[in-house]
């Protein structure tokens, strides 16, 4: 995703990270790649489903501000902005 960020496709890969890592029960990861999603294709189909996701398990992509997410993604992908 980091690679190619700019390809029609990172909107899916991001959203299929959000349903993986709810499966694995990482929910800080699933909800730092979520807001990512909403941040950068926030009226994709993609984010209205992780969307859909998170927010039944409690999560709210949403409310994560800028430096949060940030945080989040550096745990995930070393460099990660």
Same mark, same amino acid.
């Given at each position: ?9 990172? =909107?899916?890969? !991001? ?5 993986? *890592?709810?499966? $694995?029960? $990482?929910?800080?990861? &699933? $909800?730092?790649? @979520?807001?990512?999603? @909403?941040?950068? *294709? =926030?009226?994709?189909?993609w984010y209205k489903m992780s969307y859909r996701l998170l927010t039944n398990e409690g999560l709210d992509p949403e &409310?994560?501000? &800028?430096?949060?997410?940030?945080? !989040? $993604?550096?745990?995930?992908? =070393? @460099? @990660?902005?």
């Amino acid at each position: 995703v980091k690679t190619y960020d700019t390809t029609s496709h990172a =909107p899916e890969a !991001l959203h299929r990270l959000v349903e993986a *890592y709810l499966t $694995l029960g $990482l929910r800080d990861q &699933a $909800l730092a790649v @979520g807001s990512t999603l @909403g941040y950068n *294709y =926030p009226n994709s189909d993609w984010y209205k489903m992780s969307y859909r996701l998170l927010t039944n398990e409690g999560l709210d992509p949403e &409310a994560l501000d &800028a430096e949060t997410r940030r945080t !989040l $993604l550096q745990r995930i992908i =070393p @460099g @990660g902005k």
